[in-house]
């Protein structure tokens, strides 16, 4: 099994690196714009660069492993048993960087097995950065994350997401609204690894979201399991496109059940 620590350190130096082309080639005007499953979800040249050098730099250190990226998709040898899979987002909330809102992150987990070992979540306009590994806890730099201790849903300040289709945002609106009256308040900053961060370190009581892939939650993810927090989807599945809900444990019941009774993870 590799040591999930040396997976962590070979993230932490790729993705401060990777960090730095996204910084700049922010600073120098995003170009390449194009478009994906829908015209308002966009992938820069950004995007695409920055996926290119964690690729390439994964290669280099570690040339048996699979990388699956948001952009590119799977790259690598075929994953054997035991084998390391990177699980990439080069730029988490597209959007927030194509209008220089310095809200956005890249993200990059290892996974083992299925079981994500490793990950760190990088926001290069702010160099705020949040690293874990399976068992070691969650850290923002050197300070270790606890999660909120909020137990009252009607207190909760939770994050949530919205999707690229126009079906599923009226769906989701929908849920926003049943679930609005019941919570402290809502926020939408547009980048999931960056909210599953903030909940990690309680900056967000909680936050749900459905229509994820994994590279938006992979490392994210891990992050806010290891401060503590439950990170599942509804009715016993696990974090996954039809839902990610992240939340201390004391929340997250009252969450859930709101959630299913508003079919959060249904819909378009
Ligand atoms: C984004 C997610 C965000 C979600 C956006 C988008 P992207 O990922 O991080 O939580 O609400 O719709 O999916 O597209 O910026 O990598």
Request: hydrophobic share 45%.
């Amino acid at each position: 099994m590799p040591d999930a620590a040396e997976l962590l350190a070979i993230a932490v130096e790729i993705v401060r690196e990777a960090g730095e082309t996204a910084r700049r080639m922010r600073v120098e005007g995003v170009s390449g714009v194009t478009t994906k499953s829908t015209d308002t979800d966009v992938v820069t040249a950004a995007d695409r660069a920055v996926e290119r050098q964690v690729v390439e730099a994964l290669r280099v250190r570690r040339p048996h492993d699979v990388v699956l990226g948001e952009e590119y998709g799977a790259s690598g040898a075929r994953e054997r048993a035991g084998d390391v899979r990177w699980i990439l987002d080069p730029i988490d909330g597209t959007v927030n960087y194509l209008y220089d809102l310095p809200q956005y992150a890249v993200s990059l987990a290892a996974e083992v097995n299925g079981q994500v070992v490793a990950g760190v979540v990088r926001n290069p306009a702010t160099g705020a950065e949040w690293t874990a590994t399976l068992g070691g806890g969650a850290y923002k730099g050197g300070e270790r994350l606890h999660g909120s201790p909020r137990a009252e849903l009607g207190q909760a300040l939770v994050g949530t997401g919205f999707g690229y289709d126009p079906a599923r945002r009226v769906h989701q609106a929908g849920v926003l609204h049943g679930l609005l009256g019941h919570v402290r308040d809502i926020r939408r900053f547009g980048s999931a690894a960056l909210d599953l961060c903030a909940a990690a370190g309680g900056q967000l009581d909680a936050y749900y979201e459905k229509g994820l892939n994994p590279w938006d939650h992979a490392a994210g993810g891990l992050v806010a399991t290891e401060a503590g927090l439950v990170v599942a989807g509804l009715s016993g599945a696990p974090p996954g496109l039809d839902m990610v809900v992240a939340a201390p444990p004391a929340l997250f019941k009252p969450l859930h059940d709101r959630l299913a009774e508003l079919d959060a993870a249904g819909g378009p």
